[in-house]
């Protein structure tokens, strides 16, 4: 895999950790969906019990590499679905 920068590739390392996160989804559009994600706690981690709402997990869909800003469409087009982690989507 040929990585736009060691951002991208330790954010997609990442992913489904406590912490930000980038992988790709297909899962719900025929194009390759990039997203940064947010979670509080770790993918397997349970819930806390809490009387008041709390956002677990946040997704953001990106165009553009945050760390070098390369457009992620156009510099993965051939390898997106290596990165393809669709099961961590909220």
Not at 17 to 32: A, K, L, M, N
Not at 44 to 58: E, F, R
Not at 66 to 78: A, D, I, M, T
Request: hydrophobic letters at 30%; glycine letters at 6%; aromatic letters at 12%.
């Amino acid at each position: 895999m040929k990585w736009c920068c060691m951002g991208f590739q330790g954010n997609f390392q990442m992913a489904g950790s406590r912490g930000f996160g980038i992988f790709v989804s297909t899962r719900d559009s025929p194009e390759p969906e990039f997203i940064l994600q947010h979670r509080a706690l770790d993918k397997d981690s349970p819930s806390p019990k809490t009387s008041y709402p709390v956002s677990l997990v946040s997704d953001t869909h990106i165009q553009f590499c945050p760390s070098c800003g390369v457009k992620l469409r156009e510099f993965y087009q051939k390898t997106y679905t290596e990165l393809d982690r669709s099961d961590l989507k909220v």
